[in-house]
């Protein structure tokens, strides 16, 4: 019996002896280190927890994780081309992996990794990277292995309810498998840990949005758009709470954390040794998909539907959470087509030729010289009548010339789309396009709206006279709070600036009037854009305008005059778009169509 005993405890002490080697050799290069490695690798994502954070490192407790160096990451990839597809927290991953490829000699158009910024449900990219660049080749030929990120957004700045949040992320991910060439895998990741006390005093979203209760509902949600969809999953969530101290804003971590997440997609996508040895298996939750039962329970979780204040779409403000996000489905995936609808039909109706009003009163008054001139004036017979100087009245022809002699870009929203369309009746040539940069949370700089076309190169090199055109977006659906769109405008402004040729001028568009009075109940334009609320906007617009030294288009007493040819509230249709075209030719080709007498643009009689 002692003998047994003693037998007993010599094996325990060996095998502890065994795994404390085993430990120690696990950043072991050697043939031997690599034995050892190769049978106690972890099998699967499940396995890897419980576990500790130590040094860049996770530790299983019950097997090992390959670390990888520069040079396995490297090797790796180019076996099997990686694409990232979603917010900020699978983008730090892969800034992390592309450190490791700059280290081992791979820069540019040779790295075999790409980013597709899709951040939320609500804002779908589908095939661009942050600076707008198109990655569909990479991602229907080139890429071996995708995944998916996503839900931080959709909790707070674009939450409109756990129904529009399963939906869209279920549609999003039957979408990138179709994309995804054949053979190609795609898993998920699940969302992280979230440390409210860590989120930056600026963030008050982050702090009263995404509270742990709300997390581990959202969690459960993408679990079961996993299961209904047959996709495996990557989940670190362990790790993350290990490593909240690490977190420098409750939601994005430092390399103490970013590096073992690195390792263990690394570990999924290539095994141990980075050449595809022990793969790391995907995680699929053990559960049944049950969408109808879930949906119900979800929506009667007080956590996952509260509406706390300051969260930026709570208390109806957005038009989602009250009706569980029917009013946000209907504007953000019907109310924006209808919107260009609305500004193409514009555009259309301007091909009847009109001649100049006839005027009752000043014919003889003298040109406008000064923006300020216009007003006061009159909306009549679709021009508009300074009462105090004379606008040129620009033919189709005429448009067409100036449009000619000045390649023209409006950068922003549908506002400035409409002028483009209004433009482009004049004959299908014309240089008149539109980048889509809609608000301050949309981060594409230079790409078109339905085309997806990179307009890169027209803004930098051909465009002569610029609009931006901002605001609509951050006072209702995008709003994140007065400083955010102060201080994100003026980079906005900064960053255009320098990305025009030297010899192209660029003003920017004040908002102009939004009649709440239009649109059906229930629309966001009706609940988020009060005629108060505008006016504070519009005056953070031109205090942006003088700190950056910007001139102005300021269009509002026009609208104001028009606000029965709107359909919606924000849109207007021929009989206010006709006069607006005619303003900004004035400021572009001046009275005689060739730079003579231009009507200068409008300076805020306010200091920075």
């Known amino acids: 019996m002692a003998l047994n005993r003693t037998s007993v405890i010599l094996c325990a002490l060996l095998a502890s002896s065994f795994f404390m080697m085993l430990k120690n050799t696990r950043r072991s290069s050697t043939p031997y280190g690599a034995f050892l490695h190769s049978i106690s690798a972890c099998k699967t994502n499940s396995d890897l927890f419980p576990g500790t954070l130590e040094e860049k490192s996770w530790e299983p407790a019950g097997c090992t994780l390959a670390e990888y160096t520069a040079d396995m990451t490297a090797e790796c990839l180019e076996a099997v081309p990686y694409l990232a597809i979603g917010d900020t927290i699978g983008e730090q991953v892969v800034a992390h992996m592309a450190g490791d490829l700059r280290r081992a000699g791979l820069g540019g158009d040779d790295v075999p990794m790409r980013l597709v910024w899709t951040p939320s449900t609500r804002v779908p990219h589908f095939e661009s990277d942050r600076s707008g660049r198109n990655q569909r080749e990479f991602m229907t030929k080139v890429a071996e292995f995708a995944t998916l990120s996503l839900g931080e957004w959709d909790l707070g700045v674009h939450w409109c309810g756990t129904d529009e949040f399963y939906d869209g992320l279920k549609a999003l991910v039957l979408k990138y498998k179709a994309l995804l060439k054949p053979g190609a895998r795609l898993a998920m990741y699940n969302m992280d840990y979230i440390n409210p006390d860590k989120c930056r005093e600026s963030s008050v979203w982050c702090r009263t949005c995404n509270t742990i209760g709300k997390v581990a509902v959202y969690r459960e949600i993408v679990q079961m758009v996993a299961v209904c969809t047959g996709t495996g999953m990557i989940d670190t969530y362990p790790i993350t709470r290990a490593g909240r101290n690490h977190s420098t804003d409750g939601l994005h971590y430092t390399s103490e954390v970013v590096k073992p997440k690195a390792d263990v997609l690394l570990n999924v996508m290539c095994g141990t040794d980075g050449a595809g040895s022990n793969k790391l298996g995907l995680w699929y939750p053990n559960i049944e998909c049950n969408e109808a039962e879930a949906k119900a329970r979800w929506r009667r979780d007080p956590v996952a539907n509260a509406h706390s204040k300051g969260c930026p779409d709570n208390t109806n403000e957005f038009g989602c959470p009250n009706d569980n996000g029917a009013a946000a489905r209907r504007y953000l995936d019907h109310k924006a087509v209808e919107a260009r609808q609305m500004a193409e039909e514009a555009g259309r109706n301007t091909n009847v030729e009109t001649s100049a009003p006839q005027r009752e009163a000043g014919t003889e008054l003298p040109l406008c010289k000064k923006h300020e001139d216009l007003f006061p004036g009159k909306l009549h017979d679709f021009q508009w009548v300074p009462e105090k100087c004379r606008l040129k009245f620009y033919t189709k022809q005429e448009i067409a010339q100036c449009l000619e002699r000045k390649p023209f870009a409006a950068i922003g929203d549908s506002l400035g789309e409409q002028l483009v369309f209004a433009l482009r009746s004049g004959g299908a040539n014309v240089s008149a396009k539109a980048v889509w940069s809609p608000s301050m949370q949309w981060n594409t700089l230079t790409m078109s709206h339905k085309t997806k076309i990179n307009l890169m190169d027209y803004v930098t090199k051909e465009v002569e006279y610029a609009i931006l055109s901002f605001g609509m977006w951050d006072i209702g659906v995008h709003w994140c709070g007065v400083e955010d769109f102060y201080h994100k405008l003026k980079a906005k402004i900064l960053k255009y600036r320098s990305m025009l040729k030297p010899s192209a001028e660029m003003v920017l568009h004040n908002l102009h009037y939004i009649n709440t009075d239009k649109p059906k109940d229930g629309s966001w334009a009706k609940v988020c854009n009060p005629t108060a609320k505008v006016v504070v906007y519009r005056e953070m617009v031109q205090m942006a305008a003088a700190c950056t030294g910007t001139k102005m288009m300021n269009t509002f007493p026009l609208t104001q005059q028009g606000r029965e040819h709107t359909g919606d509230g924000v849109h207007y249709g021929e009989p206010v778009?006709?006069?607006?075209?005619?303003?900004?030719?004035?400021?572009?080709?001046?009275?005689?169509?060739?730079?003579?007498?231009?009507?200068?643009?409008?300076?805020?009689?306010?200091?920075?």
Not at 581 to 606: K, T
């Open 577 to 608: 778009m006709k006069p607006k075209v005619n303003i900004l030719m004035n400021m572009m080709c001046g009275a005689d169509g060739e730079g003579g007498d231009r009507l200068e643009p409008w300076v805020p009689p306010m200091e920075c």
